[in-house]
């Protein structure tokens, strides 16, 4: 097996297969020109960035596979069904995903969000609705033997464009063993602590998260909310804090390093997650293996990583009716230490059996050796 990535990927690559060595795994490090790697650095330019990396990439496989004669490419995607690979130009058997990107904010929940969301959103809605006029995306599903799509949305979108694909649904992301042990914090004192974590941008869903807090704990002294990441929505999320008088009780932290992060999860009662259109969730699935009941939405990555057994899940209706919702949660959840305690336990569980990383490898493993039947 050949795998080309990026050059900085070098370093801890090495370091993990001089300690677990793999026979006949070998790496090909590649980045494109200095002068262009800039546009990685811009929000914008990320996606101009990765179609030439992609295009410098596919030179990089044919002069492989010229000389070792590859019998399958398999292209791990950026998560997004629009943006282009070159790979099926190998005339080989092809693998694209595990994809993502079908995934939408429903409309009714737009209506707050400022004019830049809003135009993002419809862009987002376009490229979607014009799907089967994009070069790129035909060229990469019209070639593939196998799409994997990482939620229900996405293979529902690309299921509709051919029935008779051959398409398997995959959450993309995934957990180290060493990581289940995570120490788990007392979750059964009386001070309550709802955590949030992940970028503050409009889909994210915390206008919902800290509105329902409000309802449920504005009169309780000892409650409190921890939001921990930073981005553009950071102001409007504390002016909601503000109206809804409770900004004494929420606590914007910013980013923070990721072993932070896990010690403040394992110091947490409940981790509150109402993202509209999330893929396969790290920090959720970190969540769960800090032993947190979960509440989000039942919609795109959340839906297919939580069960009701390992937390609560809101189907999406209106943004009143899912603040009401979410505040019944965290109601019954701050209410019931018992039930936190078996839900959090189901969940160390559920990442256990089928969201480490080893089990996605023998997925994977076994797509590869049914490809030809």
């Not at 677990?20 to 020109?33: E, G, T």
């Not at 992301?173 to 602590?193: D, M, W, Y």
């Not at 893929?279 to 509440?295: D, F, H, K, N």
């Amino acid at each position: 097996m050949w795998v080309i990535t990026r050059l900085n990927n070098k370093a801890a690559i090495e370091s993990e297969l001089r300690e677990h060595p793999v026979p006949a795994l070998h790496f090909v490090y590649y980045d494109i020109a200095t002068w262009l790697r800039f546009w990685k650095k811009k929000e914008r330019g990320l996606y101009l960035y990765y179609v030439l990396w992609q295009m410098a990439a596919y030179v990089k496989a044919r002069k492989l596979h010229d000389n070792h004669h590859f019998d399958v490419v398999h292209h791990v995607t950026f998560g997004n069904l629009w943006l282009p690979t070159f790979m099926p130009f190998l005339g080989i058997r092809f693998i694209w995903g595990p994809i993502g990107g079908g995934e939408q904010v429903p409309i009714l929940y737009r209506s707050d969000y400022s004019a830049r969301a809003k135009f993002e959103e419809f862009m987002r809605d376009t490229i979607l609705a014009t799907l089967s006029f994009n070069p790129f995306f035909l060229l990469a599903f019209r070639n593939a033997d196998l799409v994997l799509t990482r939620t229900q949305n996405t293979f529902e979108k690309v299921r509709g464009m051919d029935r008779h694909k051959r398409i398997k649904k995959m959450v993309e992301t995934g957990v180290e063993k060493q990581n289940l042990f995570v120490k788990s914090g007392a979750k059964g004192n009386r001070f309550l602590k709802v955590i949030s974590v992940g970028r503050l941008i409009h889909w994210k869903g915390l206008d919902l998260a800290i509105r329902a807090f409000a309802r449920a704990f504005g009169d309780n002294s000892t409650a409190r909310m921890l939001i921990v990441g930073d981005g553009p929505d950071k102001t409007r999320l504390q002016e909601i804090c503000l109206s809804e008088r409770i900004i004494d009780k929420v606590d914007f932290v910013g980013y923070l390093a990721h072993e932070k992060v896990l010690e403040h999860m394992s110091q947490s009662s409940i981790f509150l997650m109402p993202s509209l259109k999330e893929g396969g969730s790290w920090v959720l699935l970190e969540a769960m293996t800090c032993g947190l009941p979960i509440i989000c939405l039942d919609i795109a990555g959340a839906s297919e990583i939580v069960n009701d057994k390992c937390g609560i899940k809101i189907t999406p209706d209106t943004p009143a009716k899912t603040v009401q919702e979410l505040t019944g949660a965290l109601l019954k959840l701050a209410h019931d230490y018992g039930l936190r305690k078996r839900m959090g336990e189901v969940g160390r569980k559920r990442v256990r059996s089928l969201f480490c990383w080893d089990k996605k490898g023998e997925f994977i493993r076994e797509l590869y050796e049914r490809l030809d039947q």
